[in-house]
């Protein structure tokens, strides 16, 4: 059987079964946020290996830091601490880039320029319940 044409392409660019259950543990609520966890953690022998390991699950890092600890998941220590790593990381890293953002903001103001924020930043301050778990370099 022939394979269409972009699905060597496409397996690249689009996520994987695993990051797709993952994404879901980010962004469900309640008991469908804790049924997409033991689903994950049921195909992952080792959970914490896997979180710590496997570099695709790096961006999701701090929305499932902030999903554990709303939706009270089961983790273990090692996995815990390297979530609330990688979400201390992200903040920081947040605040440079807020700092620098207002920095250009008051800029662009004093020369009575108006500009409009667009992409990551606007996303993260309008959408986002903390702009923290939006990861962006729009600068």
């Not at 008991?31 to 979180?51: D, H, M, Q, V």
């Not at 709303?70 to 273990?76: K, P, R």
């Amino acid at each position: 059987m022939l394979k269409p044409a972009l699905s060597g392409v496409l397996s690249l660019l689009l996520p994987t079964a695993e990051e797709t259950l993952l994404l879901r543990v980010c962004l469900s609520h309640g008991e469908s946020a804790r049924s997409n966890w033991t689903r994950w953690r049921n195909i992952k022998r080792t959970p914490g290996k896997a979180l710590l390991r496997n570099s695709s699950f790096k961006k999701l890092r701090p929305l499932l830091f902030n999903a554990v600890q709303s939706h009270d998941l089961e983790i273990d220590k090692e996995a815990l601490t390297y979530l609330r790593t990688a979400y201390l990381k992200e903040e920081l890293r947040d605040a440079a880039v807020r700092r620098i953002c207002r920095e250009v903001l008051l800029s662009l103001e004093k020369e009575e320029l108006a500009p409009i924020l667009l992409k990551g930043m606007a996303l993260a301050e309008t959408v986002y319940g903390n702009p923290v778990l939006r990861h962006c370099h729009d600068i």
